[in-house]
């Protein structure tokens, strides 16, 4: 047998499996939800290719981020480098300016569902092949954008049960205070790199803010000591990232000041934000966004400010608790059992006008004995099923099993649609 790629997985119908974040119906829960909240708060759908040029990654997102590193690219036949997208706010960018969306009036607030890849370590909540709900607001800098953004995800995780989390917020300042203080940073780091892990040494040199993602136990007192970009933020840069506070407060949700939140994508400028969660473990990062305002002309398009966020779709699968999503929710309201072969034609035709009238029908399509029939019907969860002989269809009046009660009704076929119709 030729299974699975590693660190990808497949998503089932809850009854095949056991795995949270493998269920269709928690998935479908997810999404209905999140159409739910777009629908509210107006974002509209853009759908990009998983496919787009490497050179996308590298200037979007930044050569030396991990990001990049653990990209899936390939040589296309025509001598072009191709990447499997590791994120979608550079192709959504690209898109923008593609298809001129500045052209039309007010901004551009889109949202995405779809699989972005990265060839990371798996782990759990950590895979090659991830799904991310995410929207991209362009066209303004207003940090009133940031805190309705961020009122959405509060709706959202609230919908699904998900109330175990935190909210972190940083600036990263922007390309007036921010090259002075890498300076700074810099020589702080340079002083003190022999206390200073392998990777936070490697990061010196290539993104030194960097070194505050560092898990390592022993670099975290050296991390203390680094000056804090938060400390020195330019004139512009402290009044945003307070009126995004003093919005947030208005809102009345809950924040924690994380001087330490970098994100690992080169694109962020000023608002950093991430929501992490509490019942995963080392992967507890639910949802991470910012301010991405210089991306656009990186990338050769126009100038245009732009804020958005992705959540990872497995991480909040696993952090919604389990009552929260009825798995049997999908299943069909009748299974359609025969005796006979006069009663297995008379099934199909019955099994048709019934789903023509809005019902769910799942009719057997093999002649089997009623006792296996009916374990399937259980299986599939059906919420009855109907039998159908010979006397069935002479008299016109059907048995409906309530599959959970075991109660039986006799039924003709008016009665049927009326009954199943109210479910
Ligand atoms: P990111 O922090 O790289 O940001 O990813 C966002 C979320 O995707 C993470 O918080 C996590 O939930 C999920 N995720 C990332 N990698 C994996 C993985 N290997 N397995 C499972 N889940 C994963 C971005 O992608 C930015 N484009 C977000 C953004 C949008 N910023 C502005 N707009």
Known sequence: ??????????????RFTKKADGQMERWHAVERAAREAFRRYGFEEIRTPILERTELFDRGVGTETDVNKEMYTFEDRDGETISLRPESTAPVVRAYNEHALYN????????????QFRRERPQKGRYRQF?????????????????EVIELLDWYLKRLGITDTELLINSIGDQNCRPAYLVLLKEAIRERLDRLCGTCNQRYETNPLRVFDCKEESCQPVLEELPKLIDRLCDACQAHFDEFQRLLDGREIAYTIVPRLVRGLDYYTRTAFEIVGKRLGSQNTIVGGGRYDGLSEILGGRPVKG???????????????????NLRSEAPA?????????????????ARRLRAAGISVVVDLEARKLKRALAVADSLGAAYSLIVGEDEIKSGAYTLRNMSSGEQKQLAEAELVAHLSKL
Request: charged fraction near 20%; hydrophobic fraction near 50%.
């Open 1 to 14: 047998m030729i299974n699975k790629v590693r660190g990808t997985q497949d998503i089932l119908p809850a």
């Open 104 to 115: 039309q009036p007010g901004l551009a607030k889109l949202f995405y569902i779809g699989p």
């Open 131 to 147: 799904w991310q709900i995410g929207v991209e607001v362009l066209g303004s800098d207003d940090p009133a954008i940031e805190a």
């Open 307 to 325: 804020f958005g966020f992705a959540l990872g779709m497995e991480r909040l699968i696993i952090s919604m608790p389990e009552s929260i999503v």
């Open 334 to 350: 009748l299974f359609v059992a025969y005796i006979g072969d006069e009663a297995r034609l008379h099934s199909f035709a019955l």
